[in-house]
T-cell receptor, first 112, second 112 residues
Framework: KAGVTQTPRYLIKTRGQQVTLSCSPI?????VSWYQQTPGQGLQFLFE???????NKGNFPGRFSGRQFSNSRSEMNVSTLELGDSALYLC???????????FGQGTRLTVV | AQRVTQPEKLLSVFKGAPVELKCNYS??????LFWYVQYSRQRLQLLLR??SRESIKGFTADLNKGETSFHLKKPFAQEEDSAMYYC??????????????FGKGTLLTVNP
């Protein structure tokens, strides 16, 4: 079966712009989580969506937002980009409680 | 608050030698612990979880609540074990919670 798919794989944006990243979970998975990965901070939790509802949110500013659609696909948006937002953004999906999370290959965002 | 500490950023061993990747955690409740692995140019994937108590690819990890540790061990390292290893914790704070807190990772290199 197809894995978690994230698009685009690479993105270059300018400071002040906004960006939208997309994540298509494994078919049948209803939970999608987002993580930011940087060399300095490692993997940090952004938020989790389940059945179109945000259930958990990490300690990120309001510039970071997300949503989930009825088909479980999820998007995250970052507005007013800063240089420090340059990172690998990972999406993970899972079927339900106490099940394994499967990660996508990530979107590499570079802010210049 | 949840915290995961992996004290070694880099670990280098020779093929056939035992390997231990250290992980310590901080969490006031009853956590669930995981080890994730990321091979070169591959996506992050689950290696094992403490509740399964299984051995995957020769790796084992025992949750020691007294020492708040979840060290990953393998008696005889193989070159194909070279990868980035992340320890992660999931804590429950009432209701559903799928926030994974990751350590900063240990890069394991197994030399021939």
């Amino acid at each position: 079966k197809a894995g978690v798919t994230q698009t685009p794989r690479y993105l270059i944006k300018t400071r002040g712009q906004q960006v939208t990243l997309s994540c298509s979970p494994i078919s049948g998975h209803r939970s999608v989580s987002w993580y930011q990965q940087t060399p300095g901070q490692g993997l940090q939790f952004l938020f989790e969506y389940f059945s179109e509802t945000q259930r958990n949110k990490g300690n990120f500013p309001g510039r970071f937002s997300g949503r989930q659609f009825s088909n479980s696909r999820s998007e995250m948006n970052v507005s007013t980009l800063e240089l420090g937002d340059s990172a690998l953004y990972l999406c993970a999906s899972r079927k339900g409680e106490n099940t394994e999370a499967f990660f996508g290959q990530g979107t590499r965002l570079t802010v210049v | 608050a949840q915290r995961v500490t992996q004290p070694e950023k880099l670990l280098s061993v020779f093929k056939g030698a035992p390997v231990e990747l250290k992980c310590n955690y901080s969490y006031s409740g009853s956590p669930e612990l995981f080890w994730y692995v990321q091979y070169s140019r591959q996506r992050l994937q689950l290696l094992l979880r403490h509740i399964s108590r299984e051995s995957i690819k020769g790796f084992t990890a025992d949750l020691n609540k007294g020492e708040t540790s979840f060290h990953l061990k393998k008696p005889f390292a193989q070159e194909e074990d070279s990868a980035m290893y992340y320890c992660a914790l999931r804590g429950y704070s009432g209701g559903s919670n799928y926030k994974l807190t990751f350590g900063k990772g240990t890069l394991l290199t197994v030399n021939p």
